[in-house]
């Protein structure tokens, strides 16, 4: 009788013990729906102010929302802009890893390599980094491995140049507008020249190391060549108005790689949908969130891409844009 008190006690316990164990995992992992005291910490980073970074980083965040992830509710953010600063890129970063958050998304490729170089256990979500091999983000792409992964923004300056000469069919200098500090430019400046070498055309650089000299480099390019082209440079991007007035005043085509560069005065481009990349970040933040493995998520680069033309610019500089390539473009600003 006593053995079996024991037996019927000792059995109690263990299913007591277990219960306990089980509840308590639940209660501190706070997933999608679930209001508990604990919330999920984000710190999101961003290397400069310009329209396309904007937009990724809003896209993403309504993203999250609607995987469950809703600030203010399962979630704090920590949104803080570098304003092109290293600097300040470091002391955010290094922030972000003291108050040790359960993820980071780091937008565009600065703010990516400055997040990889405080943490190397916090996962971290790259936005929008057009070239994360060569930028030294990852090793490989479908196989990430560590801390890190995220989506890339990579462009073709072929596609580009084949849009830019059916728009402007005579050209043979090419000014490459850019900032000689961002890998994510160097990419698509390389494949430029490789383009520019078996087409018969010069490549004539103006790199830049801050928005301020943007302007400067833009009026040493219009005397020089046939148009300009800027890849997706933050920096660059950031002063894209005022690159847009010294064009349009020499008469100077600006081809760019992304489509907030045209609506900002550009003239055209062959881009992808940065509402799409902002989500799909979202998505692998979510991903990350619920408990799977960053290294184990392989880097998504958009495939769909798309024609923006800038009617205003066209019609500044005196440009007559063919009618099919109108008729093929997604959208005309
Ligand atoms: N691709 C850039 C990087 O890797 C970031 C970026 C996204 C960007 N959208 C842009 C730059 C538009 C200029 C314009 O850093």
């Known amino acids: 009788m006593k053995k079996i008190l024991v037996l019927v006690l000792t059995l109690v316990m263990i299913f007591t013990a277990a219960g306990c164990s089980s509840s308590k995992d639940q209660e501190s992992r706070v997933g999608p729906g679930e209001k508990g ?19 990724i980083r809003e896209a993403c965040v309504e993203q999250l929302a609607a995987k469950g992830f809703k600030e203010g509710d399962n979630l704090v ?21 003291v108050n040790n958050y359960d993820l980071i998304i780091a937008i565009a490729t600065p703010s990516a390599q400055a997040a990889a170089g405080e943490t190397k256990t916090i996962p971290i979500v790259f ?28 462009v073709s300056a072929e ?23 961002e890998t994510n430019s160097i990419a698509v400046i390389e494949n430029l020249k490789a383009y520019a070498k078996e087409n018969g055309m010069t490549v004539i650089d103006a790199t830049v190391t801050n928005s301020s000299e943007v302007q400067q480099a833009a009026s040493v390019l219009t005397g020089k060549a046939d148009c300009i082209f800027s890849p997706i440079d933050n920096t660059v991007a950031s002063a894209m108005p005022i690159v847009a007035q010294v ?15 045209v609506k900002d005065g550009g003239l055209a481009t062959y881009g992808i949908n940065y509402v799409i990349l902002g989500q799909e970040t979202a998505d692998m933040a979510a991903e990350i969130l ?39 473009a997604k959208e005309i600003f």
């Open 77 to 97: 953010i920590d949104y803080q802009n570098a304003q092109n600063d290293q600097t300040n890129l470091k002391t955010i970063c290094q922030k972000f890893a």
């Open 127 to 154: 936005a929008a980094c057009t070239d994360p091999l060569g930028s030294g983000l990852v090793t490989d792409l479908d196989h990430p491995g560590g801390n890190i992964t995220g989506t890339s923004d990579a």
């Open 159 to 181: 596609k580009i140049m084949e849009l830019a000469k059916r728009i402007t069919p005579d050209i043979k200098t090419v000014g490459a507008l850019y900032s000689s500090s």
């Open 37 to 55: 005291e604990a919330k999920v910490t984000v710190g999101i980073v961003q290397i400069v102010e310009h329209p396309s970074l904007n937009t």
């Open 290 to 328: 619920n408990g799977k493995n960053p290294g184990d998520i392989p880097v998504r680069t958009m495939s769909e891409m798309d024609i923006y033309l800038n009617q205003a610019t066209a019609d500044a500089i005196g440009i007559t844009i063919p009618e099919d390539v109108r008729a093929e």
């Open 247 to 261: 064009a349009n005043k020499a008469k100077t085509p600006v081809y760019v790689g992304a489509d907030s560069m």
